[in-house]
């Protein structure tokens, strides 16, 4: 008998290595679960590291829906630089002196990027504009504007204020910062806008990621540890996790793996995770007009 080498569905929690852009991360994975159903729930920008969730196999079709959830960071702020890609990968594109900011004034800042806010997402990212990727239409010397767009910044804390001297010797300030908000945050662009509204630019100098929904840097291994051992949490117990659980019994289940609409219990609005009579983990559902339709099945 051969050894079964199938890999598991379920979720990979990666702590990624600043340099790696996501699809890296999604490469490297294929070659370590070898399997090409690998997909991600969210990208991390290079500079950052911290937690990205993989979907090996069945799993990547949880991702599009566990992209609709709260993150959290730790992040550095630099007062006193912009550059064109609001984080330290990019030129640099003014310098002002910083050391006058105060911390009454970084405070009324945070405070104004706290709480529901219109934002502008950086340049060089990879939102669409017109079909096109924003990064490839910067590289394309194009000249376009970016609409506002509704984001959710429940949290955003400075836990350290600290002077320095940039290389070009302009005095500038440095904050270290956490940040909870919803999915489609940009965490460079909070910094773009706090030191614009401090009339001295400012610009992302690290991140880490240590939360997506459920899935917290506890849960995380780096790519040599799943290289070691490959560490999958299976789907059922992610969907269990990440989303409202309803228990059918065995004739439900059988209707709602045919596709048929049955009356649902009350849930929170989103998707709801449907579990026979046994513990297997069927199928993802919404509510729509009192009926569950279904989105992905699993059994």
Known sequence: ????????????????????????????????????????????????????VLGVQRATKLLGHLALTEKEYLGTIRLGQDTVTDDAEGEITSSTDASGVTREGIDAGVAALTGRIMQVPSKVSAIKIGGKRSYARVRG?????IPARPVTVSSF????????????????????VSVVCSSGTYIRALARDLGAGLGV????????????????????????????ALTVMPVAEAAASAFPRWDVDEKRA?????????????????PVAVFGP??????????????????????
């Open 1 to 52: 008998m051969t050894e079964q080498t199938t890999t598991p569905d379920g979720l990979v929690i990666v702590d990624k290595p600043s340099g790696f852009t996501s699809h890296d991360v999604v490469a490297k994975m294929r070659g370590i679960a070898r399997t090409r159903r690998v997909g991600h729930a969210g990208t991390l920008d290079p500079m950052a590291t911290g937690v990205l």
């Open 141 to 145: 010397g194009e000249e376009f504007e």
């Open 157 to 176: 804390r400075v836990y350290d204020v600290r002077e320095a001297v940039a290389e070009d010797g302009t005095p500038v300030v440095d904050l270290v």
């Open 201 to 228: 630019g400012g610009h992302l100098t690290a991140l880490r990621r240590t939360r997506v929904g459920p899935y917290g840097l506890d849960a995380a291994r780096t790519l040599d540890q799943h290289q070691e």
């Open 254 to 270: 059988k209707l709602l793996l045919n596709g048929v609409r049955l009356d649902m219990p009350a849930h929170p609005e989103g």
């Open 278 to 299: 046994d513990g297997t983990f069927l199928v993802l559902v919404e509510e729509e007009k009192g009926k569950a339709k279904s989105l992905a099945v699993f059994a």
